[in-house]
């Protein structure tokens, strides 16, 4: 068989490619190695009864993919690590129909006008790989605003004083507050932050033939059980219900093949290991950051650049015990963020200055609890004392925390490859991560951490501790994965195929019909989840394909439910 | 009745669980949650088809909604295939063994009790605390499984009739009523 497109990952980079693309009356097929538990088998336009409040299930036992027995990766700090220091779960986000998409609790602000070009605004860093996007804030605003309207995000337009300009509102008000976030942004605010409700991709009213949130709580790793989630289950049902989508789950794409400058298609290993060859008239790859450099990999599409600059946000956490309850288990595990932070101050180049950096920038903070008893259990010690702790609960149900996601820049020695001996179950050579942070990085945390536990302690924090992740220093240890779930750049956008390997349109240089859709294209990781932006450029990417064009501001395939 | 462990065996996890969270005035200890019985039933989840691996859902009819959580999802060839390695080993299966042998959770813990001692139950608590401690990759492995039998959702054989959520004040699963607004902002 012979599609229009093959589209390699439903997550929301694939998705939302087969939403727009069938909507331009192409034929696709999307394959995916993860199972399907997003959507009803009998009828794949409605959703499926699989997600649960279940933390075992979750949480402890895979149930979303990768296990990491059947398809680990590896990782390493460097190559003074030697081959790899570990074996099993490296930066996973599921891999199942709808990807990351299903169980991320969604925070989805844009980016500014301002992080799409630091070179120019601030001058390179020594060290790393610092460059301008070939595509800037003004020319993706049209797909931010439609991806904000197809997958449905609940937002307060002007609630945050750093954001670039909007040429439409959100769709939908922001959900409730929750709680503990209240007394952060109040905190915050008081220190002269300015806290705003996190623009999320879940329902706070009935919308796109889905429900309101009922703030279950089981939100950041969970699947939405009454799928008031929108990403990416609004652009797979849309692109399923035009019946010019096909969704083949448990399927692996083992291979692009490429025959000059064109790919004729791909190979797929289906649920009972046998392969077959699937013709196409253009590839699309969104496998996410670390997938879809393998998969380049693996078709001996090479690149000397292909992936390196691996960012993944150097993440900070402050956490701390208020006195009282912060009923971090009801809502939608952050309501609230701040980006004084990613912006800056006088302090941060005061902080760079002293630090012999040009300059340093942080990321966007997240406002968070703990939910989840048997995570907390596990962090107490055994015997009389664990009783004690979970009734007294400092690190669940009086825990505080702000989350910073700090700006990774792009090195060349953060990279994805492939792992020398360590083989997937279905035999092909996994993924491998060669990570560790930068002087920036490091720089940018150690002066920002202590910023953030002191609107802790103006809550009224019992105690504060700061960590990053991976650890620095001497918790820097050869296991040291980080935790962050934003994977980014191992496929860099330019124009120029001797500095970039995907062009400006996400084609790869050199190949004339296969187009990256994912944040493997991003250039810099900026300070934020990476979503919403990866929405809007694989949404512009496919309407670049299919000659559909930016899409009216005013969105029309899109209407809110009636309440 | 355990399910895969001898009694013997089942015994010396028993008690092993209880030092491990014992019973306070705080609330109830492992045992009276059915901790073993949840270590136990994933040992042999395989006894059962479909495996007792992943409870069903939407919901677990304690907050409305049908009783879904205790009809447990099928697995896929890889997925069997995954849960078989992590809880059996490779055992010699040659394609259990694409990046080398692997040791099960049953060899862990058979071993792991085998080691605590025949007599491990009857010994005085100090002494099995020690016990315990002389094999911390064996603890720390069952310690790990302990706390989702005591906090995970009743299903999997664990927290019996939710106690062990009762004891520190969590819901549990709350769909499909989930929580109202004021609730969220104003508990
Ligand atoms: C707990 C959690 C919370 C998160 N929260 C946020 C957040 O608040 N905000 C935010 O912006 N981001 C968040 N993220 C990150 C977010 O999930 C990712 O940015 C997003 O899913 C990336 O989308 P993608 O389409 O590029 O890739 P993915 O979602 O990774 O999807 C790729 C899909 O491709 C499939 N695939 C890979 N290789 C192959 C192959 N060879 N053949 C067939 N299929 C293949 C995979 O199985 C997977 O399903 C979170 C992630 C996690 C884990
Ligand atoms: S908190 Fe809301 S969006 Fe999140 S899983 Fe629960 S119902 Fe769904």
Redesign the pocket.
Known sequence: MTVDAVI????????TAADVLTAAGWSVVI????RNHLLDPDDLTRPAADFSNDELKFRARHFL??DPLVEPRTFRRSEADGDRTVVGEVN??????????T??????PRFRPDDFRLLDLLGPQPGAEVADWPVGYDELEPYYTEAEWSVGVAGAAGANPFAGPRSAPYPMPPGPPMYGATLSAAAAERLGYHPYPAPTAANSVPYDGRPACNNCGFC??FGCPIHAKGD?VALLRRALGSGRAELWPE????RIRVSGRRATGVDVVGPDGTTRSVGARHVIV????V??P??LLLSDLDHPLLGRYLMCHFQTLAAGSLPVRTYAERGRA?THVHDDMIVGDAAARTAAAGAGLPWLRGGMVEHAGAALPVLEAQHYPWGPAHPRLMADSPIRARLWAFIMQGEDLPYAHNRVDLDPSVRDARGFPVARVTYRPGPHELVASEHYGPRLAAILTEMGAEWTSVSTSPGRGNASSPAAVPES???MGTVRMGTDPATSVADPTGHLHGVDNVVVA???VFVTSAG?????T?VAL?ARAAHLLAGTGPPDPAPARVSPAPG | MPVWLTEDEYRVLAAACDRLIPATAEGPGAVAAGVPDYVDGLLGAFLVDPPRIWAGGPTSGRRGGDAAFTRFHSLSALDELAWRMRIEGSAGHAEREFNGPVVGLQEQVRTGLAGLGADFAAAPAAEQDARLRADPAFTEVLYRHACEGMYGAPEYGGNREGVGWRAIGFEGDVQPRGWTDDEVTAP
Do not use: Q
Not at chain 1, 92 to 101: H, N
Not at chain 1, 103 to 108: E, N
Not at chain 1, 251 to 254: G, L, R
Not at chain 1, 286 to 289: D, Q, T
């Open positions: 390699v990952g439903s997550g929301p980079g694939g998705s394959v995916e190695k993860g993919g990768p996973s986000v599921p891999s199942t129909v709808g990807g990351g998409g169980h991320a609790d969604g925070k989805v950041s790793f990416p399927s692996f794409v083992s969104a496998a996410g950051a997938e879809t393998r998969l952050v779930r934003h994977n994912d944040s493997s934020y989840g990476p979503t919403l990866l694989a």
